[in-house]
């Protein structure tokens, strides 16, 4: 099995090629566009059912040639970069350049072969990775906003909570866009305007905030509801889940989700104490997101708080306990992601009726 390790940059991608025995069998640089994703595909050793790629940054600036491959029938894997990274420090030679970087992403994928997360044709999954991130970045922009809106409105009146109504509702926007102070002080008629401008622009992000959750929710009640099941999952958390984890198939058990997702525990066990520890590898997002599903859990679900007393009873702490819920949380989802993957198999299969 040939197997092509891609090191992907905004601008430039460099491929190395190794042979079965590890042995570099050639080396490619070329542009990241179609041009040069067509050029790499032809020439890349071997034939399609006797190679497979590795593409660090395949979810980043190797997104279109993953894509690209795919659609061209080869089997395409994830590499994470802290994994190659690791693989760096242990290596006899720690240079770092792109055509190592590349060599190391390919020794990844001859190690690791099928245990790792293999790339997919995008679906519904991508626009909802790509709806979360917006409505993310809206609410990050609306936050910061909001606290300039506060720090020159504390400026003006340090009592402006009392008569105006909060900033976080949207009779708090509309006032603070019609703010005016009276007087002639140069500083303070600014700052006034700049209160105003402040409130035009939170006024947007929130408005773009609620357009993309009302499409995420629409989209997720429509694909991807059995994630809701799940006690801490609403439409929005769904969706967040949703994007993280597709397209398609690409874990084939819960062990390389929980892996995927940096919950799986890491022995650091000596002598008669056996204990696990933090895993900080995997998709931190998708981490953060089954640690909030935890934290709920623990107030509103009377066999999480069972589970996490059981867990303590036993000796480990309130942190190993709650790490051991997220890989409960993570077979659950995993399920859970399963049936979703199903329904929608079912509605693309010719003459479906699914409604």
């Known amino acids: 099995m040939l197997t092509i390790g891609i090191d992907a940059h905004k601008r430039v991608h460099v491929a190395v090629a190794l042979d079965e025995n590890g042995q570099e069998a050639g080396v490619w640089r070329g542009p990241n566009s179609r041009a040069g994703w067509a050029e790499l595909l032809a020439w890349a050793p071997g034939r399609s059912e006797g190679r497979q790629f590795g593409i660090e940054g395949a979810w980043g600036y190797g997104r279109g040639l993953a894509q690209h491959l795919v659609a061209a029938d080869e089997h395409v894997y994830e590499v994470n970069a802290r994994w190659t990274a690791a693989g760096r420090r242990r290596a006899r030679n720690q240079s770092k350049t792109d055509r190592l970087d590349a060599q190391a992403v390919a020794r990844f994928v001859c190690q690791e072969g099928l245990g790792l997360a293999q790339i997919t044709a995008e679906d519904e999954s991508a626009v909802l990775d790509m709806l979360t991130v917006e409505r993310n970045a809206a609410v990050g922009e609306a936050t910061r906003t909001r606290n300039q809106l506060h720090a020159h409105l504390l400026q003006l009146d340090p009592e402006y909570h009392q008569h105006l109504p909060p900033l976080r509702s949207r009779a708090g926007v509309r006032a603070a866009k019609e703010y005016t102070v009276e007087g002639t002080d140069l500083l303070r008629r600014e700052r006034a305007s700049a209160v105003r401008r402040l409130a035009v622009r939170l006024e947007l992000a929130e408005d773009q905030a609620d357009e993309m959750a009302n499409r995420i929710r629409a989209l997720v009640a429509d694909r ?132």
């Open 224 to 355: 991807f509801l059995p994630l809701t099941r799940l006690c801490g999952v609403n439409l929005l958390t769904a969706g967040a889940i949703a994007g993280m984890l597709g397209p398609g198939r690409r874990f084939s058990t819960d062990a390389e989700l929980a892996a995927y997702a940096g919950v799986s525990p890491l022995e650091a066990s000596s002598a008669n104490t056996t204990r696990h520890r933090l895993n900080r590898g995997g998709n931190r997002r998708l981490n953060a997101v089954l640690y909030r599903i935890a934290i709920t859990q623990a107030h509103h679900s009377p066999e999480a708080r069972a589970y996490l007393s059981r867990r303590t009873s036993e000796g480990k702490t309130r942190k190993e306990a709650y790490r051991a819920l997220k890989r409960y949380l993570a077979r659950a989802v995993f399920r859970l992601w399963a049936e979703c993957i199903r329904d929608m198999e079912a509605c693309s299969a010719p003459r479906s009726t699914c409604g």
